[in-house]
């Protein structure tokens, strides 16, 4: 190996590296922990590469120019009229112990000898050894540069696609929605025989009991907007078994409710609570104006047609006091899996409530400070899991990993996430 190809530039290297390392992290191209990596290689590094080659060298040369402890050095005097007989004096010392001296260092001449010729075959692998490392570090850089690009390619390609198939999923709904408006338009207006075409009182009671939920589950459930209500008398419209009604009483606030079906009336009367058989608008429209401290529909709304609903908000915010409450209960559209369970479930379900058309609706109405309530959420072992990356690979599939279970989270905002909502309103 020439002298020339053995060099190393180790201080133009890193300079190189540094400026590589300090232009991507200007971009944002290095996240925190890669900076934090990459400094700790370069440290490394530092403690092992600069000025190695010039020492080597310079302690080469002492070695192979003095591992000779035998050989006679030059013997000479500063003095300028004893020099000569100085000199002659020290040569024949030298002559009369050389003997002797020569018999001691023999030995550690064959110890330098052997020593000196192993270091100077050692020097050339060492000289490639610096060189190949400096080459290697250059191609590990490029190789992470690339691999990182690489990934985040695939990171914007799988976000791309998620955004594409949210969009689709709503053309495909809107486009069902026109479909069943036009389906159901062309249809021929062809009544049920008399007689038929309702469930019965005892008919929907029973449904209710076997898929609602039991009335200490509802109970529970419903606790949560007992805070609302400071002051009676509150109306619980649509009451149905009498669970709110409970809950209120045994707060000390004055509560009755109203319910089209008889069965869940007399179920409410059977446990002492103020309840009567009537048709929701027809019995606020007959109440005095700033009458009721609050008023709570449970799982109410999406059982009405729009006008209905409008109408209904309307009579409630005349009827409530100054400082009254409205609060609605109902299925959240915004959580897809409710459409494949409990919304078309009821068979008495007219359609959903977006939670932003009730904010809007309680608004235009008058009342105010109107706020959403998210509840039932979905359990966490319904949900689609997040991932792990193999132990082995972590340190290379963690970024991918970390990249899916952000589309795994927001697909489980979409699907499950929060089967009601109550959407609260109070009276100016």
Known sequence: MSAENSQVDVARIME??????????????????????????????????????????????ILNDSWDTKAEAAVTSHRRLLGPLIVATKKLLRRLTAPYINMVLTQQVEFNSTLVRLLNSFAPQVRDHLQGLGQDLGQLEERQASSYLELRAQI???????????????????????????????????????????????????????HRG????????????????????????????GEFLELLREAGIEARG???????????????????????????????????GGIFCSQMIE????????????????????????????????????FSGAFYLDLTHIKPVHPQAAIFL????????????????????????LLEPAWAK????????????????????VLYSYQDYAVIGRKP
């Open 156 to 210: 914007r390609e799988m976000t791309l696609a998620l955004e594409r198939f949210k969009q689709e999923l709503s053309a495909q709904a809107g486009h069902l929605e026109r479909l069943r408006g036009r389906a159901v338009s062309d249809l021929p207006r062809v009544g049920p025989p008399p007689g038929t075409g309702e469930l019965t009182a005892q008919e929907y009671l029973a449904f209710e009991d076997l």
């Open 16 to 61: 190189e590296l540094r400026a590589r390392v300090a232009e991507r992290k200007a971009s944002g191209f290095y996240s925190e922990e890669e900076v934090e990596r990459i400094a700790r290689m370069e440290l490394e590094i530092q403690e092992v590469l600069p000025g190695y080659r010039d020492d080597l060298d310079h302690h080469l040369a």
């Open 258 to 292: 109203i319910d089209l079906n008889g069965q869940m009336v007399r179920a409410c009367r059977e446990r002492g609570l103020d309840a009567s058989e009537a048709e929701a608008l027809a019995y606020l429209s007959q109440l005095p104006d700033r009458s009721l």
């Open 214 to 241: 039991s009335r200490e589950e509802i109970r529970e459930r419903q606790r949560v907007y007992l805070s609302d209500f400071s002051m009676g008398p509150v109306l619980d419209v649509g009451c149905g078994r």
């Open 394 to 413: 972590r340190r290379f599939e963690a970024p991918l990993v970390e990249a899916l279970n952000d589309m795994i989270r927001q697909l489980n905002d």
């Open 303 to 338: 059982h009405l047609e729009s006008r209905a609903l409008v109408a209904l908000v309307q009579l409630a915010v005349a009827k409530l006091k100054s400082g009254g409450t409205f609060v609605a209960e109902t299925l959240n559209p915004a959580c897809l899996t409710i």
């Open 362 to 385: 309680l608004e235009a109405a008058g009342l105010g400070g109107v706020t959403v309530r998210y509840v039932n959420p979905y359990p966490e072992k319904m949900k689609l899991q």
